[in-house]
């Protein structure tokens, strides 16, 4: 395999002479394309229009909202796919597995146990602080860095690390695949909600200014990117623990057929 | 100028790192080097005044990170050395 890696390297060699970097845009550069009409505005008008102090923020939920809405999706879809995958069953794993079911050997705990971490540290210190800083992350992502996907990926760090670090606990804590999916989902349905509130309140789609609620305009505008903000934290935390639970069936499976 | 030269150390370590993770036997060692991988390019968003995706970064790297080292379990961790 590795005498096979030296071909990409040595194409890469000889091809390398002949890029002009000239063409590309040095980093900073004010003059280059996109410097030059969309930036200012943004950087301009991101107040103004958007009543939001982080300009990222800004840009990601407010100017371009259509981008974001198809990113959840997609990540929606990836989960869903890796899900699909994992789950499927070779037909000869199934027939080995009834022959060796058998012998039934010993039974593997579902995950790799760490010993050296107290269970009631984690329990009592580590998942709560971990939470409160997601939830921090969520609703002040208007103003300072951070925001929905940072949120949802701390949420689902946190089901990780519940799940390797405690595998037998009780299963009020465990969410199962099926259920942790439409969670996923969920998320990208308040965000679409969002979008069709503008439309009743006289807008286009995902126009905050139009939210059909008694509010002035800068709250209309805090009101629909936190609503935003909170269908990508529920769509990416449940696409996290999606994954995690097919890998976990998945790694259990295999076990068995050793 | 300093950033700019701050950046090209980090991308020499980039590129390192990269080599290190190909060329390793043990894949156990290549999660690791990996998750070295995301913290420079993390540092890197840092130095390019992008601290929103340096954050992102940071957690799917450990996230990414972990899940790997689970389904290392699943395979056999070494490749076929040559001495034996």
């Known amino acids: ?258 | 100028m300093h950033t700019l030269l701050l950046q090209a150390i980090l991308l020499l370590i980039l590129i390192a790192i990269t080599l290190s993770i190909i060329f390793s036997d043990d894949l156990m060692a290549s999660v690791i080097i990996y998750c070295a991988f995301s913290f420079i390019t993390m540092l890197l968003y840092i130095v390019m005044g992008a601290p929103d995706v340096a954050f992102t970064e940071a957690v799917i790297g450990v996230i990414s990170t972990i899940i790997f080292i689970m389904l290392l379990r699943t395979i056999k961790r070494k490749t076929k050395s040559k001495k034996k």
């Open chain 1, 1 to 258: 395999m590795k005498k096979y890696l030296i071909i990409p390297l040595l194409i890469m060699l000889i091809v390398l002479p002949f890029v002009f970097f000239d063409v590309l845009p040095s980093i900073g550069d004010m003059k280059s394309a996109p410097n030059t009409h969309v930036s200012d505005y943004y950087i301009e008008n991101s107040i103004k229009d958007a009543y939001s102090e982080n300009m990222v923020t800004a840009v990601i939920v407010d100017f371009r909202a259509f981008d974001t809405l198809l990113e959840t999706t997609v990540m929606f879809l990836a989960g869903i796919s890796v899900m699909i995958i994992l789950a499927s069953r070779p037909r000869a794993a199934q027939r080995m597995r009834s022959t060796l079911d058998a012998k039934k050997s010993k039974i593997k705990s579902i995950a790799p146990v760490f010993k050296t971490i107290n269970k009631d540290v984690m329990i009592t210190i580590i998942e709560p602080i971990i939470l409160i800083y997601a939830l921090y992350v969520l609703f002040h992502g208007e103003i300072s860095l951070g925001g929905g996907f940072q949120a949802g990926a701390l949420i689902g760090m946190v089901y990780l690390l519940d799940v390797l670090v405690i595998p037998d606990r009780h299963n009020l804590y465990r969410m199962s695949k099926s259920n942790s999916a439409m969670i996923a989902g969920l998320g990208t349905f308040i965000y679409c909600l969002c979008g069709i509130l503008t439309l009743i309140g006289g807008g286009i789609f995902l126009e905050y200014s139009n939210l059909p609620l008694p509010l002035t305009e800068a709250m209309k505008h805090s009101m629909g990117i936190l609503m935003v903000e909170i269908g990508v934290t529920v769509g990416v935390a449940g696409t996290i623990i999606t994954i995690i639970n097919s890998i976990m069936e998945r790694v259990r499976f295999d076990d068995d057929n050793y």
